[in-house]
């Protein structure tokens, strides 16, 4: 019995250097670059729609709500018409942590799983990703809250 | 001015989520996660805010963003009505983006197919 841990262990290890020897090795440099410049445009975008926003007259408050939704439905477009997968497989991080990642999150396992139904396909598995994010969002805000509430007076 | 800014802090906070990534083993979903809890939390502390004014959609349109509306509008709504607040606050906040992100993503995946295949 402890033969066979042993043997399990060691084979374990040897199958743990054999995946980091033959998978590629990202390359840091240039993968920051794009995520920057990525990830940065999107913001200036983003900067663009606010100020053309305030200059429409829109309240302070409603400017980002109304912003983050028209970058939420560019970046859903985007996602279906198939374009911002494209661009996520180089910028990385840099489609990925804008808000229009997350409704890239949200639309690309919904259409992959449209086979699976409208209720367990599309319904359930938007939130495969969206749904971490809603979850630690909440609770963590609703702690903040309440952490708030007893000590921050 | 406030492009370059937003470019930088934007570029910035997406290049520290790429570092991650490739640097440890955490995924697209673990960073989402953190990246938006540690939003909520910099917020409380009040680091976040002094960022949000120099960086604007740099800072806001990150999905540490979303964790900065949520914990904001947690606060200011315990600070009017209590516990309650604390339960409304965030998720009021945060309620245009999340129902933008639902009934969107929802249509998108109703009228495209995926283009993988091709």
């Known amino acids: 019995m402890e033969n066979t841990?042993?043997?399990?262990?060691?084979?374990?290890?040897?199958?743990?250097?054999?995946?980091?020897?033959?998978?590629?090795?990202?390359?840091?440099?240039?993968?920051?670059?794009?995520?920057?410049?990525?990830?940065?445009?999107?913001?200036?975008?983003?900067?663009?729609?606010?100020?053309?926003?305030k200059v429409i007259g829109l309240q302070k408050e409603e400017v980002g709500t109304a912003t983050s939704i028209i970058l939420i439905f560019l970046g859903a477009f985007l996602t279906g018409v198939g374009?911002?997968?494209?661009?996520?497989?180089?910028?990385?991080?840099?489609?990925?942590?804008?808000?229009?990642?997350?409704?890239?999150?949200?639309?690309?396992?919904?259409?992959?799983?449209?086979?699976?139904?409208?209720?367990?396909?599309?319904?359930?598995?938007?939130?495969?990703?969206?749904g971490p994010v809603l979850v630690y969002g909440f609770t963590s805000a609703v702690l903040v809250g309440l952490i708030y509430l007893f000590i921050g007076k | 001015?406030?492009?370059?800014?937003?470019?930088?802090?934007?570029?910035?906070?997406?290049?520290?989520?790429?570092?991650?990534?490739?640097g440890t083993k955490l995924t697209p979903a673990h960073v989402l996660v953190l990246f938006v809890?540690?939003?909520?939390?910099?917020?409380a502390l009040g680091i976040y805010e002094p960022i949000v004014k120099f960086g604007g959609a740099g800072a806001t349109v990150p999905i540490v963003g979303?964790?900065?509306?949520?914990?904001?509008?947690?606060?200011?709504?315990?600070?009017?009505?209590?516990?309650?607040?604390?339960?409304?606050?965030?998720?009021?906040?945060g309620a245009g983006g999340v129902a933008a992100a639902v009934v969107f993503g929802y249509l998108m995946a109703l009228i495209f197919n995926p283009k993988s295949k091709k």
């Open chain 2, 1 to 22: 001015m406030d492009y370059i800014r937003a470019f930088i802090v934007g570029g910035t906070i997406c290049v520290i989520g790429q570092l991650l990534m490739d």
């Open chain 2, 66 to 93: 979303f964790g900065y509306t949520l914990a904001k509008g947690s606060i200011k709504a315990t600070k009017e009505s209590g516990i309650l607040g604390a339960f409304t606050g965030g998720v009021e906040a």
């Open chain 1, 83 to 130: 374009i911002y997968d494209k661009l996520g497989k180089r910028a990385g991080g840099g489609s990925i942590i804008p808000i229009t990642g997350f409704a890239n999150s949200i639309v690309s396992p919904a259409m992959e799983f449209k086979t699976e139904g409208y209720i367990f396909g599309i319904g359930a598995k938007m939130f495969i990703l969206a």
């Open chain 1, 5 to 53: 841990k042993k043997e399990r262990f060691h084979k374990q290890c040897k199958y743990n250097q054999y995946v980091k020897q033959k998978s590629p090795k990202p390359n840091f440099f240039k993968n920051a670059i794009w995520a920057f410049l990525v990830g940065g445009i999107i913001c200036i975008c983003g900067q663009f729609i606010m100020n053309t926003l």
């Open chain 2, 37 to 43: 809890t540690s939003g909520v939390i910099l917020t």
